[in-house]
């Protein structure tokens, strides 16, 4: 799990790429730019624009400073929640949606899951887990301050929100506005607006680097939503993207389950870098797989032998992924019209859905697009773990031998005379 606002930041950056720590998977970006002042990808327009001068008068910064420390003191005193935000981000790179599920618990206890990883916080003591890697943990106790202790241990894993800020009171009472900063994505926050409207309130905070809506109500004084408008550095004049955030949040006096880890049949690694899966390389034998593809009908590498494989890796919420998609379909069609020894395939992995909602899903939207190449469904992701796929789109060329002979990460226009260019050395046996 690469850590959320590091993911945002180097999307925004152009960089989006592997950490150095805990990534089961991540969308390589490629796309349009988002121009300044763009719309709530939520369709509700700019939220910005609802304020107006009044909304930004000195007694409604003075208004909405309050409503920051109510908010603060109710994350701190409510005895247990749960909040699982889907946070929706448009880049110049490329869109992509993510779900992140927090549960805080009594005595601090706190577990945060997101892009397959779980990191859990009881007492003095941290876990990680990865879903992928079911025979290994990491733990590491923690001194003093446990979000501060964590974050220093495996840093970022901890998700810089303001929940998590606010539940652990890591912040000065005359900087709320800091809480919503995404790590300095926005720098030095300071509430500008507030407003109350449709049975809901509004602060309104801006920095350097960007700008924030938060939404709540004077019921919970908890987070519902947040909309913000970013520039980090390094963005071109004008260019900004956009972040939609909205929050699923429960209120319990204790937690229908109880934050807990259990090992299991795993075991204690040393480090958090050796919980992460060894991709494949150029030169590897390929793992062998039976996968189903739409029609039901199974597909086996091994039966393959003998004839060039190309396996691209993607998935529906990957907008890069969806953007390299055609191009493989222009690579199918140039094979088969060619008569080239080689099979291709699209390989969905990493979907939320349940599998008959995922399979009519990708069925609805291979019709749409009218490919006719075939997608293999790896349902339950052991062939993106074999594969130990930290990035997507992930393109896989395999010889004739088994034997990989090339890979590519993230889109490229030129997939197709890449793919063009992979299929004549892997069938000469130079790949």
Known sequence: ????????????????????????????????AVPAGAASPAGGGDVFATFTDQDKSDDAVAKGNE???????????????????????????????????????????????????RVTILGETLYVERMDVRDKFFSAP???????????????????????????????????ASAFSLSDTIQSPKVIGFRSADGKDHVLMEGQGGRVVVSSNSKDHLI??????????????????????????????TLPLPVQFEAGKR????????????????????????????????VTLSDLSGEVVVLDFWA????????????????????????????????????REPEIERIEKI?????????????LLDLDDTVRADYGLTSIPLTVVIGPDGIISAVHLGFSPSMVDDLKADYEK?????G
């Open 316 to 351: 529906t919420w990957c907008g890069p992924c969806r953007r390299g998609l055609p191009l493989l379909q222009e690579f199918y069609t140039w094979a088969k019209d060619n008569n080239k020894a080689v099979k291709v395939f699209a390989v969905d992995v990493m979907e």
């Open 67 to 117: 409503f920051l420390a109510k908010m603060a003191e109710s994350y701190r005193k409510t005895p247990a929640f749960t909040d699982v935000m889907v946070i929706d981000v448009r880049t110049p790179m490329g869109n992509q949606t993510q779900e992140l599920s927090m549960h805080f618990g009594k005595d601090k206890a706190f577990q945060v899951e997101m892009q397959g990883a």
């Open 142 to 176: 923690l001194e003093g301050d446990p979000i501060k202790a964590a974050d220093e241990i495996v840093p970022g894993m901890v998700p810089p929100v303001p929940q998590v800020i606010f539940r652990y009171d890591t912040v000065a009472p005359t900087d709320l």
């Open 1 to 32: 799990m690469e850590p959320l606002m590091k993911t945002i930041t180097m999307a925004a950056t152009g960089c989006l790429a592997l950490a150095s720590m805990l990534t089961p998977a991540h969308a390589q970006q490629g796309g349009a």
């Open 224 to 253: 519902h939503s947040m909309d913000m408008e970013l520039q980090p550095p390094g963005m071109p004049e004008g260019m900004k993207f956009i972040m939609e955030v909205r929050n699923d949040v429960k209120t319990f006096d």
């Open 267 to 298: 075991t204690k690694v040393s480090s958090i870098e050796d919980l992460e899966p060894k991709p494949v390389a150029v030169g590897d034998k390929a793992p062998n797989f039976t996968l189903k593809d739409l029609d039901g009908n199974s």
């Open 426 to 430: 892997a069938a000469q046996g130079k």
């Open 363 to 375: 069925t609805a939207y291979w019709a749409k697009e009218k490919f006719t190449m075939p997608t």
